[in-house]
């Protein structure tokens, strides 16, 4: 088992009252799964996927990684988890406005402290790889949505990560595009990374080979 | 991360606001020209001072009729004695240590020439005077020597005053007035300048005898002793003093060295540009401020970029270094831009006024690019410092 967490809960004090995105949820991922998470907004699917992806620490529980304990570890070991083994596609994309397609695909190899003709050389391979050698030097605002997420995409695996976490990376695009993204995902997962989307679109979850469904912080189905 | 990729990735952001990055470079830029201008002010301020004691010479003593330093009444009720010719020579003729001595008598009157006039100082001396002050004559000489000549009616004239009175036409035995007194121009200065007050080329001087009658004096302006060497001065001083307190009968004088008006001034003066650079401080203070300032709005704004790096893998440290860097780079060019400001401000005051000898001490440059690279990250470390401390979370969902 790749990624396993038991007993989950995530509690967050808002105001004066407790608010628990997480229910003691369990789960577990085996290597190279392709799963979706579904559910309404406010389910908890999105404090789920920070916690897999070492953003968010759980209130209680376990979180195994690889075997290994990894929702206790200290920052900088979280930081470099993150860095090595988890690519993030973000709903809004997250580029650098200032920065070339190729600057925001290096971004991660920057702080990895790769060196500057290597980055150079694994950019390019990572933007061909999402079709867009004709885009390198495009900033952001010179790209189209479907665009822009597949920069993005180029740079969540750019590092070669073992696990990639979506939120909603659809939601932002139109149908073809959306295709075309999850399509592209879909690929990166046939090569071995493991794939897990966060979405409420049926027919994004519908290409999952397994999908959970979400509501108030707990699992209430799971198909596949 | 190298320290250079993290100064590019810096510059990257930067350039992303080029007009707040501009402002608060400029804030820097305006601190730190004045620290260079102000201070470039103040030691022009202490060189020309002691450009002006050094040209006197460093090895003369200054006696003046007079004690300066007496607080409250004489004792014995003892009036001021005379400074006379006769002091002068005395002194010359009976103190070791002593090489040469020049009276000197001093007032304001008219040389006329022919039908133009021209009010200048005028200084009785005798010939050795141009030995003890160093002064070239460019045409003619200076004062004849000797005892005969002390009350004769020679006269040299500054350039500026040659000029004035004769035009083109060569002064040297023409004859000039002074009140009631004939003279004849036996010789003019080269052209020398201000020294102390006096401007050198524009006054005349004529025997020292001739000029206390010219202006109804008993008692000698000055009496300047030249003294062998710098090392005996103080000796020379006391031995003057001694001399003169048998020959008045009383202390009635007061001499004056180089050495220790120039000290009090260079300290003076230090002061002073000490005080100048707590002033410009304070706008480096403002600007630092608003360095702070623009960091901690770069923060906010781009908190979705700091949540990004920390979810691509970024360590705190990173984020911190990131963002110090930014800080110093924005000082640090301020601070480049200030220095070039103010050697431009110091170079175009010194095409005004070419006399006085401005130039920034290099501490004082030094200090600035120092100060502007610490401005930075001094008021650089609480913003970043707060973009470390952003939850990922938070800063990439805009709650």
């Not at chain 1, 105001?15 to 908890?44: K, Q, T, Y």
């Not at chain 1, 073809?176 to 990374?193: F, I, K, T, Y």
């Not at chain 2, 090895?59 to 009720?77: H, Q, R, Y």
């Not at chain 2, 009140?179 to 080269?190: C, E, M, N, S, T």
């Amino acid at each position: 088992m790749m990624l396993e967490l038991s007993g989950i809960w995530r509690r967050y004090v808002v105001g004066d009252s407790e608010v628990n995105a997480l229910r003691d949820v369990s789960l577990g991922v085996e290597r190279g799964e392709h799963l979706a998470v579904m559910g309404p907004s406010g389910s908890g699917k999105s404090t789920l996927l920070h916690i897999l992806g070492c953003l968010d620490r759980p209130t209680a529980g376990r979180y195994l990684f690889d075997g290994r304990e990894v929702g206790s570890l200290p920052d900088d070991e979280r930081s470099r988890l993150r860095q090595h083994e988890i690519g993030f596609v973000f709903q809004f994309f997250h580029l650098l406005s200032r920065l070339t397609a190729q600057g925001n695909v290096e971004l991660p190899m920057l702080f990895a402290g790769v060196p500057r003709d290597e980055r150079r050389q694994r950019a390019a391979k990572a933007l061909e790889a999402v079709g867009l050698t004709d885009r390198v030097h495009h900033r952001p605002d010179q790209l189209s949505g479907g665009q822009r997420q597949r920069v993005a995409i180029a740079r969540a695996v750019v590092m070669e990560p073992s696990l990639l976490l979506a939120d909603e990376p659809t939601g932002n695009l139109d149908r073809a595009s959306a295709v075309e993204v999850m399509e592209l995902l879909e690929a990166m997962n046939r090569d071995g990374q493991t794939l897990i989307v966060v979405t409420h679109d049926p027919d994004v979850a519908g290409r999952a080979r397994r999908m959970v469904r979400m509501s108030d912080g707990v699992f209430v189905e799971e198909s596949g | 991360m190298s320290p250079f990729e993290l100064v590019r990735f810096a510059f990257g952001a930067l350039r992303g606001h080029r007009l707040r990055t501009l402002l608060s470079v400029a804030g820097v830029a305006v601190g730190i020209a004045a620290v260079v201008a102000l201070t470039a002010l103040g030691e022009g301020a202490r060189r020309y001072v002691v450009q002006e004691f050094t040209s006197l010479g460093s090895n003369l003593l200054i006696i003046m009729p007079g004690k300066v330093e007496t607080t409250g009444a004489m004792p014995f009720g003892g009036v001021a004695h005379d400074l006379t010719i006769e002091d002068a020579q005395a002194i010359a003729q009976r103190v070791p240590g002593v090489v040469r001595t020049a009276p000197l008598a001093a007032g304001t009157e008219t040389v006329q020439a022919g039908d133009r006039g021209r009010s200048v100082p005028i200084l009785g001396t005798t010939a050795e005077y141009s030995l003890v002050r160093q002064v070239t004559v460019a045409a003619g000489r200076f004062l004849p020597g000797g005892q005969a000549h002390q009350s004769g009616a020679e006269l040299v004239l500054g350039s500026k005053a040659a000029r004035e009175l004769f035009g083109g036409v060569n002064p040297l035995g023409r004859v000039v007035r002074v009140g009631p007194y004939r003279f004849r121009v036996v010789g003019v200065l080269a052209p020398k300048g201000r020294s102390l007050g006096f401007d050198f080329d524009d006054l005349a001087f004529v025997p020292v005898r001739t000029a206390m009658r010219i202006f109804d004096r008993n008692s000698l302006f000055r009496v300047l002793v030249e003294v062998r060497s710098t090392d005996a001065l103080p000796e020379a001083k006391k031995n003057v003093l001694q001399l003169l307190r048998e020959r008045h009968r009383a202390d009635d004088v007061t001499i004056i060295t180089q050495g220790a008006v120039l000290s009090a001034f260079s300290s003076i003066l230090a002061v002073l540009t000490a005080a100048l650079v707590a002033i410009a401080s304070v706008s480096l203070t403002v600007a630092g401020i608003g360095i702070m300032n623009v960091m901690l709005i770069s923060v906010t704004e781009r908190r979705a970029e700091i949540g990004l790096l920390k979810a691509l893998g970024a360590r705190d440290r990173q984020v911190l270094g990131a963002f110090l860097t930014e800080a110093v780079v924005l000082s640090s060019l301020g601070g480049l831009l200030g220095l070039g400001a103010g050697m431009v401000a110091v170079r175009l005051f010194v095409d005004i006024y070419p006399t006085f000898p401005a130039s920034p001490p290099t501490w004082a440059v030094v200090l600035s690019i120092a100060v502007s690279v610490l401005v930075g990250g001094l008021f650089g470390v609480w913003p970043a410092r707060r973009a470390t401390r952003l939850d990922p979370v938070t800063a990439l969902t805009g709650r």
